[in-house]
């Protein structure tokens, strides 16, 4: 089987706050970007035309809750009109490399406090939108 063909694993990937520094703490991440279309009729056609004419970008980081993670929630909830930025990177050995660079996050809800007895808090995410973001070579 080819490299190209090769399934990416999630075990490789890497997150960096907008300072460069590795939140190793970040067990998932994906960043999406959903088009919105307008039809459009075509003489002599049945089916109507497809036009993308916008977008819309969210990102999804999900943490295993550590201090690290805490002071950047708290960070995000001192200025939540403010916007950060972000690097999500994913190094798998066999199937490749690639980095993408995340900017102006602004979260749509945080978890401000969050435990429960005998259990790891594995499943802490910040989700939000973004207004641009740039692959990185």
Same mark, same amino acid.
């Given at each position: 089987m080819s490299k190209d063909a090769q399934t990416y694993s999630g075990t490789h990937g890497h997150f960096y706050d907008q300072n460069g520094n590795e939140l190793t703490e970040c067990i998932g991440f994906e960043l999406t970007e959903e088009f919105d279309k307008a039809e459009s009729k075509r003489a002599g056609k049945l089916r109507k035309g497809h036009r993308v #004419?916008?977008?819309? #970008?969210?990102?999804? !980081?999900?943490? /295993?809750?550590?201090? @690290? #993670?805490?002071?950047?929630?708290? /960070?995000? !909830?001192? @200025?939540? /009109?403010?916007k950060v930025n972000f690097i999500g990177e994913l190094d798998d050995p066999i199937a490749g490399k690639y980095r993408v660079a995340v900017i102006g996050f602004s979260p749509d809800s945080l978890s401000i406090a969050k435990w429960s007895h005998g259990e790891l808090d594995e499943d802490t995410s910040l989700e939000g939108t973004v207004d641009d973001y740039d692959p990185i070579d």
């Open positions: #004419v916008s977008s819309s #970008v969210s990102m999804t !980081a999900t943490f /295993e809750r550590t201090s @690290n #993670v805490q002071k950047l929630i708290m /960070e995000l !909830a001192k @200025n939540p /009109e403010g």
